[in-house]
């Protein structure tokens, strides 16, 4: 019942930007915040961003702090990721979730995500 599904991943050269999207189906959007995981081959999982239910709280993991924006948009049941000033090292898999355990304390508890999208390739050359 609950589907999230990712898209606009590519291969982009370092210093470039992407913008990803997840739309969320299945469940009412706008009642649960939404995070963002990536995983690269080889390496654990490991959080990026998320945001609270209604846009007005934002967090992000030190890496992405700079150049990296959440946002969503909840008419369209959707979460975005802009990405900009790209590194070899952002080369990963990019996966939406949607934060079903709010009593958690911080957005980057991945047992709090408890819906999870299948993800969107990015690759990111030097």
């Known amino acids: 019942q609950v589907q999230l599904v990712e898209s606009g991943g590519g291969l982009v050269q370092a210093g470039g930007s992407l913008r990803l999207s997840c739309a969320g189906t299945g469940y009412i959007f706008s009642n649960f915040a939404m995070g963002w995981f990536r995983q690269a081959p080889g390496k654990e999982r490991e959080y990026v961003a998320a945001?609270?239910?209604?846009?007005?709280?934002?967090d992000y993991a030190d890496f992405a702090k700079d150049r990296f924006t959440i946002a969503r948009d909840n008419a369209r049941n959707t979460v975005y990721l802009q990405m900009n000033s790209l590194k070899p090292e952002d080369t990963a898999v990019y996966s939406c979730a949607v934060m079903t355990k709010g009593y958690y304390s911080t957005f980057d508890a991945e047992q709090a995500y408890g819906y999870w999208g299948q993800g969107t390739q990015v690759t990111v050359s030097s």
């Open positions: 945001i609270s239910w209604d846009g007005g709280t934002t």
